[in-house]
């Protein structure tokens, strides 16, 4: 190419953009020696100065004049420079015209499904979703604009309650508020009413007393996050169980959850079945678990999105508000209600290397004391109440930072501030596919780990219970006169007492204090199909007596038995139906038990 020819495509690129896709397709060749096919090239500087290119083979100016741009040629290049530089100097417009114009389109069919069958629950259900929309939007946008604000506020308050006028005089105050109105609300909603509560009373009472002994520093423990993590966790129990509004809203979003995680029946017909359902004759491996996949693939697309970072940080600036915890730990805790325990630590990663061991002890009690989505799913699958687990996930969020600065006050000062977790760390995928992709594919490790935990203790169980078997057949421990020694018999004599101080019946105590041993000692997965086979139990006994009333239940030691159909319920069932009103301390126990058993 001639000195003349080069400057006349530096000219082109100058005026056509250096950067045009077509026009970088279109010259590439020509202008990277490194792209000729093979043919070696040059460029080298002549005597006179000017730029000369290196010649291969025999190659001449005809051939050259070949590769010129000719009339139609270089009209398409300019409408396409044309279009692309117009897109990038109006994107921004372009894409929130068309973002309006689907919103106003949404409204419209908003408002006309609204007017035309607002009874319908459908309706119902396009109401809160864009409801809950709205308001992740308008929590964005606050964050947005307001962020640096809402978190030095946050600051501002907790500083606060450093002063003497809050430690020596207003605190001391609202605990005796506090306690005054709890000891009278206990003496006339819980003692009169039911006074089988007043057990589940003295569980928390005895739980905190014993943190509180075996604290790693008694002396330093701040009483803020502890009151206010269980009086959140109070005011939550009271929404769901004692008022029909929070109970049927969280009862419909239970039903909404379950409806939602059976879409995945979809996937699984169509990998594991030819169309008869022959996928169900293996129901955990082929209809269970590959709700993880889904649900995993969801939620990393809401995390793209960025819906969960919203409510992410809506949650954690509350928890921070009232418990006066750090934005680090308390960002944690809000993160674990929605993600797993090994996903929600990625929120704070940048300040992991800086935390202080309060804090650490904050986030692994977090990650232990509440259900990671995908989890959740399968226990929901196991037949555990959608609206129970959800309710107990809310509630361990700020239960879990309670117990933990409990159990292990702060005595540093933490390096992290409000204003450093403001901006939540984003995804690197692309689009939404990609993410959808990813999500799906994290879950092989979540589901690998689960089989394989499953398939080991579940074996170790059985040896365990067979070797004690043996030991207890020496002395005699044979049915029917006898139960047989097994580990599960041990643990629900060993956990007897705890189960009472839950709220548990008597007959119900030494079933819990056997779930209790088993997640404690062996794995929380094992324990809960445990707990799936006493809720098939009740099933089972609810629908035969609905189809034959004159059946009988003859219990037995460990066994019930139906003789009308002959029929074992091994271990019986429970009475788990946690009705509105009904026993309001008892799920709080039973959360607080949850939290502490890992750290057993």
Same mark, same amino acid.
Not at 487 to 494: T, V
Not at 509 to 537: H, P, Q
Not at 557 to 584: A, C, E, H, Y
């Given at each position: 190419?001639?000195?003349?020819?080069?400057?006349?495509?530096?000219?082109?690129?100058?005026?056509?953009?250096?950067?045009?896709?077509?026009?970088?397709?279109?010259?590439?060749?020509?202008?990277?020696?490194?792209?000729?096919?093979?043919?070696?090239?040059?460029?080298? $500087?002549?005597?006179?100065?000017?730029?000369?290119?290196?010649?291969?083979?025999? !190659?001449?100016?005809?051939?050259?004049?070949?590769?010129?741009?000719?009339?139609?040629?270089?009209?398409?290049?300019?409408? !396409?420079?044309?279009?692309?530089?117009?897109?990038? $100097?109006?994107?921004?417009?372009?894409?929130?015209?068309?973002?309006?114009?689907?919103?106003?389109?949404?409204?419209?069919?908003?408002?006309?499904?609204?007017?035309?069958?607002?009874?319908?629950?459908?309706?119902?259900?396009?109401?809160?979703?864009?409801?809950?929309?709205?308001?992740?939007? +308008?929590?964005?946008?606050?964050?947005?604009?307001?962020?640096?604000?809402?978190?030095?506020?946050?600051?501002?308050? $907790?500083?606060?309650?450093?002063?003497?006028?809050?430690?020596?005089?207003?605190?001391?105050?609202?605990?005796?508020?506090?306690? +005054?109105?709890?000891?009278?609300?206990?003496?006339?909603?819980?003692?009169?009413?039911?006074?089988?509560?007043? /057990?589940?009373?003295?569980?928390?009472? %005895?739980?905190?007393?014993?943190?509180?002994?075996?604290?790693?520093?008694?002396?330093?423990?701040?009483?803020?996050?502890?009151?206010?993590?269980?009086?959140?966790?109070?005011?939550?129990?009271?929404?769901?169980?004692?008022?029909?509004?929070?109970?049927?809203?969280?009862?419909?979003?239970?039903?909404?959850?379950?409806?939602?995680?059976?879409?995945?029946?979809?996937?699984?017909?169509?990998?594991?079945?030819?169309? $008869?359902?022959?996928?169900? !004759?293996?129901?955990?491996?082929?209809?269970?678990?590959?709700?993880? /996949?889904?649900?995993?693939?969801?939620?990393?697309?809401?995390?793209?999105?960025?819906?969960?970072?919203?409510?992410?940080?809506?949650?954690?600036?509350?928890?921070?508000?009232?418990?006066?915890?750090? +934005?680090?730990?308390?960002?944690? +805790?809000?993160?674990?209600?929605?993600?797993?325990?090994?996903?929600?630590?990625?929120?704070?990663?940048?300040?992991?290397?800086?935390?202080?061991?309060?804090?650490?002890?904050?986030?692994?009690?977090?990650?232990?004391?509440?259900?990671? @989505?995908?989890?959740?799913?399968?226990?929901?699958?196991?037949?555990?109440?959608?609206?129970?687990?959800?309710?107990?996930?809310?509630?361990?969020?700020?239960?879990?930072?309670?117990?933990?600065?409990?159990?292990?006050?702060?005595?540093?000062?933490?390096?992290?501030?409000?204003?450093?977790?403001?901006?939540?760390?984003?995804?690197?995928?692309?689009?939404?596919?990609?993410?959808?992709?990813? @999500?799906?594919?994290?879950?092989?490790?979540?589901?690998?780990?689960?089989?394989?935990?499953?398939?080991?203790?579940?074996?170790?169980?059985?040896?365990?219970?067979?070797?004690?078997?043996?030991?207890?057949?020496?002395?005699?421990?044979?049915?029917?006169?006898?139960?047989?020694?097994?580990?599960?018999?041990?643990?629900?004599?060993?956990?007897?007492?705890?189960?009472?101080?839950?709220?548990?019946?008597?007959?119900?105590?030494?079933?819990?204090?056997?779930?209790?041993?088993?997640?404690?000692?062996?794995?929380?997965?094992?324990?809960?199909?445990?707990?799936?086979?006493?809720?098939?139990?009740?099933?089972?006994?609810?629908?035969?007596?609905?189809? %034959?009333?004159?059946?009988? =239940?003859?219990?037995?030691?460990?066994?019930?038995? /139906?003789?009308?159909?002959?029929?074992?319920?091994?271990?019986?069932?429970?009475?788990?139906?946690?009705?509105?009103? !009904?026993?309001?301390?008892?799920?709080? =126990?039973?959360?607080?038990?949850?939290?502490?058993?890992?750290?057993?």
């Amino acid at each position: 190419m001639s000195t003349v020819e080069l400057k006349k495509v530096k000219l082109i690129e100058e005026k056509e953009g250096k950067y045009n896709p077509a026009f970088i397709a279109g010259s590439t060749d020509e202008l990277n020696p490194k792209h000729t096919n093979g043919v070696n090239s040059s460029v080298t $500087n002549s005597k006179d100065g000017t730029i000369e290119e290196g010649r291969p083979g025999n !190659q001449t100016d005809d051939d050259e004049d070949e590769r010129k741009l000719g009339r139609y040629e270089q009209w398409v290049l300019n409408t !396409q420079n044309y279009v692309y530089t117009g897109y990038e $100097n109006s994107s921004t417009g372009l894409w929130r015209g068309i973002g309006l114009v689907f919103l106003a389109l949404y409204l419209g069919a908003f408002i006309w499904s609204m007017v035309y069958n607002f009874d319908d629950e459908g309706a119902h259900r396009l109401l809160g979703m864009t409801v809950f929309i709205a308001f992740c939007v +308008a929590v964005h946008f606050l964050f947005d604009f307001y962020g640096d604000n809402i978190w030095h506020s946050l600051s501002k308050v $907790n500083d606060f309650f450093e002063t003497r006028l809050w430690k020596n005089v207003l605190k001391w105050i609202f605990y005796g508020i506090f306690i +005054a109105a709890l000891v009278l609300y206990v003496i006339i909603d819980v003692a009169l009413k039911d006074p089988n509560n007043l /057990v589940s009373i003295t569980g928390i009472v %005895f739980q905190i007393l014993l943190l509180y002994i075996t604290s790693y520093n008694p002396a330093r423990v701040r009483w803020r996050p502890v009151i206010w993590g269980l009086l959140l966790q109070l005011i939550f129990a009271l929404i769901i169980l004692r008022t029909k509004v929070g109970f049927d809203v969280f009862d419909w979003i239970g039903d909404r959850v379950t409806e939602f995680l059976e879409h995945t029946d979809a996937g699984s017909q169509f990998i594991f079945s030819s169309g $008869n359902n022959e996928y169900l !004759q293996h129901i955990f491996a082929f209809k269970v678990l590959p709700i993880i /996949v889904f649900f995993s693939t969801v939620t990393s697309i809401l995390y793209y999105l960025g819906v969960l970072q919203v409510v992410i940080k809506g949650v954690a600036a509350i928890m921070q508000f009232f418990m006066g915890t750090t +934005a680090a730990e308390s960002l944690n +805790a809000a993160g674990n209600i929605f993600i797993g325990q090994t996903e929600a630590p990625l929120l704070i990663r940048p300040f992991i290397s800086e935390m202080t061991n309060s804090e650490l002890h904050a986030v692994m009690t977090g990650g232990f004391a509440t259900i990671a @989505g995908s989890v959740l799913a399968i226990y929901i699958n196991f037949g555990v109440p959608a609206n129970h687990l959800i309710s107990a996930s809310v509630m361990s969020a700020p239960a879990a930072l309670a117990i933990s600065k409990l159990f292990y006050p702060e005595t540093q000062k933490s390096k992290t501030t409000s204003e450093d977790i403001k901006n939540l760390e984003k995804t690197n995928d692309v689009n939404i596919i990609q993410a959808a992709s990813r @999500g799906a594919s994290e879950s092989i490790s979540l589901i690998a780990n689960i089989v394989v935990n499953l398939i080991a203790f579940l074996a170790l169980l059985h040896f365990f219970d067979a070797t004690l078997t043996w030991f207890g057949h020496r002395a005699g421990l044979r049915k029917p006169d006898y139960p047989e020694l097994t580990f599960e018999l041990i643990c629900s004599y060993l956990f007897w007492p705890l189960a009472l101080l839950m709220g548990a019946t008597w007959y119900d105590c030494r079933n819990v204090g056997r779930l209790i041993g088993v997640k404690t000692f062996l794995n929380e997965f094992v324990a809960y199909a445990k707990l799936s086979e006493l809720i098939k139990n009740r099933e089972y006994y609810e629908n035969a007596t609905k189809f %034959f009333p004159n059946v009988t =239940l003859v219990k037995g030691f460990d066994d019930w038995v /139906v003789p009308q159909l002959n029929k074992t319920l091994t271990f019986g069932f429970m009475d788990i139906s946690f009705r509105r009103g !009904q026993r309001l301390f008892r799920p709080m =126990l039973c959360v607080v038990l949850q939290i502490l058993v890992p750290l057993a």
